[in-house]
């Protein structure tokens, strides 16, 4: 394992560029994606948000000789100087991942060798949205073995740093639209009872 200072000190600047890919990529979800998914779910935008994410990874440290990007077992990771391993995930509370836990994940989330994943201290940069799930909370490095949280550390939110502000309708909820109505149960009978009660 690897203490949070050690891999703070040993990420350095690049923690910030790292940061700024998951703003930009959150950003991008919300200025260019969102409105154009009708009612999009949680799951489809963690998914859209990801990619955007390794896409802007993949851009800043395309020709830096400290890291590069692996596509490995499925997965897309940042191999940072041969001995950490970074990968990009929605946080839920407790900063822990959201996982299916297959047998790969849970051998990955314990630390444990893989084959095609490169060697190195895994760690998650990993954004938290807030509670309307309009914007972003924080963006963490979290070190992890298994369920267990070893350390976390704030890189931007209300310790760490600035999040972007997004513009006011960015991502504004929508209203429905027509009158929503309670579903009745029972019988017909029971039914027009409740009805003619209520009147």
Known sequence: MISREDAVNRLGDD???LANCVQRAWSHWHQRCAATIS???RRARANVVHDLIIAQVRKEFDESPRARVVDAGGRSLLSYGG???LRFKKL???FRTSNYP???AL???HQLPLRGIPTGVRLTLGYVVDRLETGLAGIHLVCARGERLQWSHEIAGEAGGQLIALPGNAAAPVAPSGRIRRRETGTESEKSARRNNTD
């Open 102 to 104: 297959t047998q790969l």
């Open 15 to 17: 923690l910030e560029v």
């Open 83 to 85: 001995d950490l391993v």
């Open 39 to 41: 009612l999009p779910t």
């Open 107 to 109: 051998a990955f989330d």
């Open 92 to 94: 839920r509370p407790g």
